[in-house]
């Protein structure tokens, strides 16, 4: 409904001025234009949309409110546009105009989406580009469930924004730098030299117990630490043996990272943050150059404005540790300035997002500041954090595997992917149905990684989530296999009536225009209207639940419709028009589940 939304919008505008128009003029001059307040219907009984700007300008236009409102309404009634598109306004309450469009309008509005592979979602006229920073994993360890929610979440966000039509970079700033290399190479070169000079000698979990036991040494002996740092500084400055290492032991984990990705379908530019390791020098000498370096117990910091510690006292974001080295604020501060810089040292990008834990907030804060107070931050830039929480396990806890270790993403999958599988033989069994392997197969790994992803997703990411296989693997609720059931469902009724995806409009089945009668069927069709709506609050908002809300209650809206209304026993036109929100109802669905990053199936 946005172009609708739109449309009212301007009318609305129209109105007020042609009420008010010295009033319009000298608001408009004083650089506070007055605003009708255009939103969607709080309660259905309001009609589609309502304004509540009434009330707010009765103060400024010296009258009460319901006169405003009044006004108004006399305006849209003499304006040929308005009467077109909605039922005559109505004045509610204290001074809310409700606005009903009229059946015709929505009819014609649902028909236009027939056949339309963007079902009325309309491609931005402003295009943003944008560098979303999601998965993230670190070299040499385990990528974790934190690590995974990043890659859902991300990946589901960069869809979103592709799909409006965005430029978007999708960047994996992997940890690829730093001191614990140093730890790690020092280590090896005793215990292990082959890991350091041939690709394959040692695996990820190998690595993983390595860089665990260098760690102990680190912490425990001087000499090991000294040797360490040398090490660090070799690698920063591109000693041959010492870079091949490192490129061995990155290899590794790319190699077992990409695994992941391929398995949930992600698709990322890897830059890691040694990619930004030749501008961390500039960045601190900029930070000097514009005064915001103060140099503290011979670390070189930012104060922060507004942020300060249990003394009061200003908190520093260090960019220069007191040995000479940066870390990861510095680093992040580089990836900024890069990101939003015009080539051919630099993105152009206009919207930066990160995607990480809610435990990062304070840091992606302080270096947005810090960027912004330098000058880094172009005008209208946008600068993002999208915080999320904890993954825990079935006892609020942190997720741990029985015997207290990390998760293992692959295990994770797996026994998602083995799950559904048992439930997928049970159900044939209970249905006495007989498959091939390969469905069995398809359909079990489809839907396994489809509830891992969007038990994820619908929630609201900023909460702690409950990893929950039986859960997420139900067939009723908020669910993945849920709403691909429902999707098959719907399908297959479509299918039945002759309309399945690609055929029908073409066929004529379709009446035009569409005629519905029931409120069964407003209620869906005004449903199947509102997709453009939620993703464009997507777009603004970055909260994938929303998009996962609006399918799930399309599919409620869907069940009344078909549990109430008869489709392929009903007379022309209403079995046509009947059969158009069927296969909409489908096509939404896929859409929406697409645009999640999920996956889904003919039948199951
Ligand atoms: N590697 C980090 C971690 O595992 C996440 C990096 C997020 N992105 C960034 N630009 N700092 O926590």
């Known amino acids: 409904m946005l172009r609708i939304a739109h449309a009212l919008d301007a009318q609305l505008r129209a109105a007020l001025e042609r009420a008010f128009p010295q009033e319009v003029a000298a608001a408009f001059e004083a650089g506070a234009p007055l605003d009708p307040q255009l939103a969607p219907a709080s309660q259905p009984e309001f009609g589609d949309f309502q304004a509540n700007g009434a009330l707010s300008l009765a103060r400024r236009l010296k009258q009460p409110p319901r006169a405003i409102a009044g006004a108004i309404v006399d305006q849209l009634a003499a304006d040929p546009a308005f009467t077109a598109l909605c039922e005559p306004a109505q004045i509610a309450g204290p001074g809310f105009i409700n606005l009903t469009l009229r059946p015709r309008r929505l009819a014609e509005e649902l028909r236009s989406r027939l056949g339309d592979a963007r079902l009325g979602v309309p491609p931005v006229t402003t295009l943003t580009p944008t560098v979303i920073d999601f998965s993230s994993p670190n070299i040499a360890k385990e990528m974790h469930v934190g690590h995974l929610r990043s890659t859902i979440i991300g990946d589901a966000l960069a869809r979103v924004l592709e799909f409006r039509g965005h430029p978007v970079l999708r960047l994996n700033h992997v940890g690829d730098w730093g001191t614990q290399f140093g730890m790690l190479i020092t280590h090896l070169k005793q215990v292990a030299p082959e890991a350091l000079t041939t690709a394959d000698a040692v695996d990820l979990g190998d690595l993983v117990a390595f860089y665990r036991q260098a760690k102990a040494r680190f912490d425990a002996d001087e000499a090991f630490q000294a040797t360490s740092r040398e090490e660090v500084v070799k690698l920063q400055s591109g000693d041959p043996v010492t870079r091949r290492a490192w490129q061995l032991l990155c290899e590794q984990s790319r190699r077992e990272f990409q695994q992941i990705y391929d398995r949930l379908d992600i698709r990322l530019s890897e830059r890691g943050e040694s990619f930004y390791n030749p501008y961390l020098e500039s960045v601190v000498a900029d930070l000097e150059a514009c005064g915001l370096l103060v140099s503290d117990a011979g670390a070189g910091c930012v104060f922060l404005e507004g942020v300060s510690g249990k003394d009061g006292k200003p908190l520093p974001l260090i960019v ?285």
Request: net charge negative; charged share 25%.
């Open 320 to 604: 220069r540790k007191s040995d000479g080295g940066f870390n990861y604020a510095t680093t992040d501060l580089a990836a900024l300035r890069y990101r939003f810089a015009g080539p051919p040292e630099g993105d152009g990008a206009r919207r930066l997002i990160y995607v990480t834990d809610a435990g990062q907030a304070s840091h992606f804060a302080a270096v947005f500041q810090v960027a912004r107070r330098a000058g880094w931050v172009p005008a209208g830039g946008r600068l993002e954090h999208v915080p999320f929480g904890l993954v825990q396990g079935d006892d609020g806890k942190k997720l741990k595997t029985r015997s207290g270790d990390t998760v293992r993403l692959k295990d994770l999958l797996d026994e998602a992917v083995e799950r559904s599988e048992v439930d997928l033989r049970r159900r044939l069994a209970e249905e006495e149905r007989q498959e091939e392997e390969a469905f069995i197969q398809l359909v079990s790994s489809t839907v396994g990684i489809a509830a891992v992803k969007y038990a994820d997703l619908s929630t609201n990411r900023i909460t702690n989530y409950q990893f929950s296989f039986d859960r997420m693997l139900a067939l009723s609720g908020n669910t993945a296999p849920y709403l691909l059931y429902a999707l098959v469902r719907i399908a297959g009724i479509a299918r039945r009536g002759g309309v399945g995806a690609g055929e029908g409009d073409e066929a004529g089945v379709f009446p035009d225009p569409l005629v519905f009668s029931e409120p069964q069927e407003w209620a869906l069709a005004r449903q199947l209207l509102a997709l453009d709506t939620v993703i464009a609050e997507v777009e603004e908002e970055l909260l994938p639940n929303r998009l996962c809300s609006y399918l799930f209650e399309l599919s409620q809206a869907f069940n009344r419709f078909y549990d109430q209304v008869p489709v392929l026993k009903a007379d022309e036109p209403a079995r046509g028009s009947r059969l158009a929100l069927c296969r909409l109802s489908a096509d939404t669905l896929r859409l929406g589940l697409g645009l999640l990053g999920i996956p889904t199936l003919e039948r199951m």
